[in-house]
């Protein structure tokens, strides 16, 4: 999928934010297109992510071609490289399955004070919270999920502007939708301390275990009763959440993963 968002300014923004880098004394001008942002390339090259119904966009994806040395493709983008017509001029190609490394920011373990006031502000008492997180592209099929706890809350992530009260009231982060992809809101909710419960896949295993929350198979009733389970006994929630913060720091630290992703694109250009 070549397209991934509407935020046609927040394309822009990250173009003109990353235009010019520079690896080993050589300037890299290079060129993520959607969705690069989810696996956090954002952070290394310049990442357009223009609206599928946004021609205008779409005229300065040509333009910004016209200048990259290389061009990146993520994940189901690299299905439509013909698409991009780019003749034989154009510049090369570099291609992610976008099954590799996620980069987090690193992020403190939630406090209770700020536990408490984050619940206060949704309205909850003591009742279990789980957190929804999925890719964007999952959207429909995430929230078609239903777990039925009885007495569980349902927070999700759809409202960016209240993502930090949302993840410290939660007791659980849980990816119901199974993906190629491990959802960044996973990791970034296992970073800040929640047990992770996710859908077994290959992309999920290096995070989530029996260590840092529940990887289950996509059967009835498995995943809620791997949640009810966890949410039901806080002192195994809080040593699975210390776990996954670990984890995540550990297996998403940026900052080699930025360099490699350097590498790539400047060993790229001819």
């Known amino acids: 999928m070549l397209v991934s968002t509407d935020a046609d300014d927040d394309a822009r923004l990250a173009v003109d934010r990353h235009r010019w880098w520079t690896a080993a004394g050589i300037p890299v001008r290079t060129l993520a297109l959607a969705p690069g942002r989810l696996g956090g390339l954002d952070h290394v090259v310049p990442v357009l992510a223009p609206s599928v119904r946004s021609w205008s966009l779409r005229g300065v994806l040509r333009n910004e071609v016209a200048w990259a040395e290389v061009v990146v ?59 929804l997180v999925h890719d964007a592209r999952d959207r429909s099929a995430a929230r078609s999920v239903r777990l039925d706890l009885p007495g569980a809350v349902r927070l999700d992530l759809d409202d960016r502007n209240s993502t930090e009260i949302v993840v410290a009231a939660a007791d659980v982060v849980v990816a119901p939708v199974a993906s190629a992809a491990v959802p960044l809101d996973l990791l970034a909710g296992g970073v800040r301390g929640l047990p992770m419960v996710a859908l077994d896949t290959p992309a999920v295993r290096p995070y989530v275990d029996r260590t840092t929350g529940s990887c289950v198979p996509a059967r009835s009733g498995v995943l809620a009763s791997a949640v009810a389970e966890i949410a039901a006994d806080p002192v195994r929630r809080a040593a699975m959440g210390a776990a996954a913060a670990d984890r995540v720091r550990s297996v998403a630290d940026p900052a080699p993963w930025w360099g490699a992703w350097l590498q790539r694109c400047t060993s790229a250009i001819p």
């Open 73 to 131: 493709l993520v994940g189901p983008a690299a299905d439509r490289r013909r698409s991009l017509r780019l003749g034989p001029e154009g510049p090369p190609i570099v291609v992610d399955d976008g099954l590799g490394a996620r980069v987090v920011e690193p992020a403190p373990v939630v406090t209770p004070a700020e536990r408490t006031a984050a619940r206060r502000i949704l309205g909850l008492d003591d009742e279990p919270a789980w957190l």
